[in-house]
Antibody
Framework: EVQLVESGGGLVQPGGSLRLSCEASGFNFRNYDMHWVRQIARGGLEWVSGITFAGDTYYPGPVKGRFTISREDAKNSLYLQMNNLRVGDTAVYYC??????????WGPGTLVTVSS | DVVMTQSPLSLPVTLGQPASISCNSS???????????LNWFQQRPGQSPRRLIYKVSTRDSGVPDRFSGSGSGTAFSLKISRVEAEDVGVYYCMQGTHWPWTFGQGTKVEIK
């Protein structure tokens, strides 16, 4: 059974940093692209970053230069380093598996709150 | 960025009746490899999203056949042939053809 479990969320002040982690199990992690997707309070979904199985990374404009996605295949783990956080980054962050057609499995999510 | 526009945003339905959600993209989602990377997700209350359909019309494993997807180019739809109580939730379309990937605003399906 595919399982994705995020951790590392919490309350941080504007301008601060946070590192999210995702532990994967139930599939051959090194063979899959992985992504982070966030959901704001009113429900909207936004793709935040992606990393291919080969290590190529992709970011949308709002987070480029502030967020860094990485992976450690030996630990079946995905990470998201978030710097210079803004109030608008407040959301539930999901670790999501890519399957070549989009994204299939989602974790339960971890809440990030950026507030002073 | 490709803008994904869903309608309606709220859809009250009667149990056993059909329901349909529309999703339009600001650019064609046809990719050079011949595929169209349009996904549909269901998010039940208190749960993470779950993918129902990929490549416009292919159902994921375990998805009931009352769910169907169709469309091409810039116009797509998700149909539920007979709505059941467990179908309550928010439905999102997502395009995976152009970077960055983008989602529709979501359509809330509720029982009348």
């Amino acid at each position: 059974e595919v399982q994705l479990v995020e951790s590392g969320g919490g309350l941080v002040q504007p301008g601060g940093s946070l590192r999210l982690s995702c532990e994967a199990s139930g599939f051959n992690f090194r063979n899959y692209d992985m992504h982070w997707v966030r959901q704001i309070a009113r429900g909207g979904l936004e793709w935040v970053s992606g990393i291919t199985f080969a290590g190529d990374t992709y970011y949308p404009g709002p987070v480029k230069g502030r967020f860094t996605i990485s992976r450690e295949d030996a630990k079946n783990s995905l990470y998201l380093q978030m710097n210079n956080l803004r109030v608008g980054d407040t959301a539930v962050y999901y670790c999501v598996r890519g399957d070549g057609y989009g994204v299939d499995y989602w974790g339960p999510g971890t809440l990030v709150t950026v507030s002073s | 960025d490709v803008v994904m526009t869903q309608s309606p945003l709220s859809l009250p339905v009667t149990l056993g009746q059909p329901a349909s959600i529309s999703c339009n993209s600001s650019q064609s989602l046809a990719y050079s490899d011949g595929n169209t990377y349009l996904n549909w997700f269901q998010q039940r209350p208190g749960q993470s999203p779950r993918r129902l359909i990929y490549k416009v019309s292919t159902r994921d494993s375990g998805v009931p056949d009352r769910f169907s997807g169709s469309g091409s180019g810039t116009a797509f739809s998700l149909k539920i042939s007979r709505v059941e109580a467990e179908d309550v939730g928010v439905y999102y379309c997502m395009q995976g053809t152009h970077w960055p990937w983008t989602f529709g605003q979501g359509t809330k399906v509720e029982i009348k």
